[in-house]
């Protein structure tokens, strides 16, 4: 019998490297770009692909000694069959697209959560995402029978696309495809997919993943409420309140500003200030800041409006002088 992980290896390393990665970054803060970076990159532009891939078309390549049977097929039954077996080149060029445009689409969908477009919902998103197909490719692919799964390691894996796609072993057959090459024309072009996909890889993997310079830090500033449950959201944020009754509001503070900052927050309704607080808040963390809002005076559409300032805040903050502004307008019966 042949034992399941040597089918499955592949999926068991993407899903514990989608999820070291997400870990990684989300809650030790690995900063440093190139680990971050080597970390990352494969579970935004390769492995959700993959993983989808793994999930639809479990079934091992078409290899030379089956070709014969594949003839004696009626057409529509030998064209699934040879869809359902894709492999090699084919396989890692298309993970990669899929990847491509399957990332964004999570992000959209992240947008329109109360969490909003920010790294760490995107990152356990698509994670999550990833696992979810690794586990129905892993079924899939279970259920077939031992000689029909298919086998891959990372290793071997290219060491095979190499011999089969660039350098040509002169075999010939089903598996490979389209991009097998047959001239040395055919070589250079394969070779030439591999450095711009790896170069594509690395590039647009570098400028999303890598940390910004010491510089070019940034802090988010946000409102929000509290359900229930516990849980933070944007959406239904108070805007009708009652003079001298208190309402509770939240200031998020993402620090993205690569140390710990200190922050001062000051609250004002309508140009008069309500409070001042401050804030510690480390590297690559997010806090919510609890404020209760009790206005004395009445009016429609009156600005409330949050300053916060890195350190200290002057003696009568403005727009001009915050780092960050948030606004609401609210009115007070």
Not at 15 to 43: F, K
Not at 54 to 71: I, K, M, N, Q
Not at 141 to 152: G, K, N, T, V
Not at 182 to 211: E, M
Request: glycine fraction near 8%.
């Amino acid at each position: 019998m042949t034992r399941w992980y040597r089918s499955t290896g592949d999926l068991l390393v993407v899903a514990l490297w989608s999820i070291i990665a997400a870990t990684a970054v989300l809650e030790l803060g690995v900063q440093r770009p190139v680990l971050r970076v080597l970390l990352v990159t494969p579970l935004v532009l390769f492995f959700p692909g993959y993983a989808l891939l793994e999930a639809t078309f479990p079934e091992r390549p078409v290899s030379a000694d089956r070709c014969t049977d594949l003839e004696s097929m009626e057409t529509s039954t030998r064209e699934k069959f040879r869809l359902d077996s894709i492999d090699g080149l084919e396989r890692f060029v298309l993970a990669s697209v899929v990847s491509l445009g399957l990332v964004p689409l999570v992000a959209f969908v992240v947008n329109y959560t109360p969490y909003g477009l920010r790294l760490q919902p995107i990152m356990v998103a698509v994670t999550g995402v990833t696992v979810v197909f690794v586990v129905v490719g892993f079924v899939r692919r279970l259920r077939l029978p031992a000689e029909r799964r298919r086998r891959s390691t990372f290793v071997g894996g290219i060491a095979t696309l190499w011999s089969r796609y660039v350098a040509g072993d002169g075999s010939t057959g089903a598996s490979g495809g389209s991009l097998r090459p047959r001239t040395n024309t055919h070589r250079a072009l394969n070779l030439l997919l591999v450095f711009g996909l790896l170069t594509l890889v690395g590039t647009v993997g570098y400028a999303a993943l890598a940390p910004p310079d010491d510089g070019a830090g940034f802090t988010e500033a946000y409102l929000v409420t509290q359900t229930d449950t516990g849980e933070y959201t944007s959406e239904d944020l108070p805007q009708e309140f009652t003079a001298g009754e208190g309402q509770r509001l939240f200031v998020a503070l993402g620090n993205q500003e690569h140390e710990q900052i200190t922050y001062t927050i000051v609250a004002t309704l309508d140009g008069n200030e309500l409070s001042r607080t401050e804030e510690t808040v480390a590297s690559g963390e997010t806090a919510y800041v609890e404020r209760e809002i009790t206005p004395q005076q009445t009016g429609d559409s009156l600005p409330l409006r949050f300053f916060v300032y890195k350190g200290d805040a002057p003696e009568t903050a403005s727009a001009e002088t915050a780092y960050r502004t948030v606004d609401l307008w609210i009115s007070v019966g």
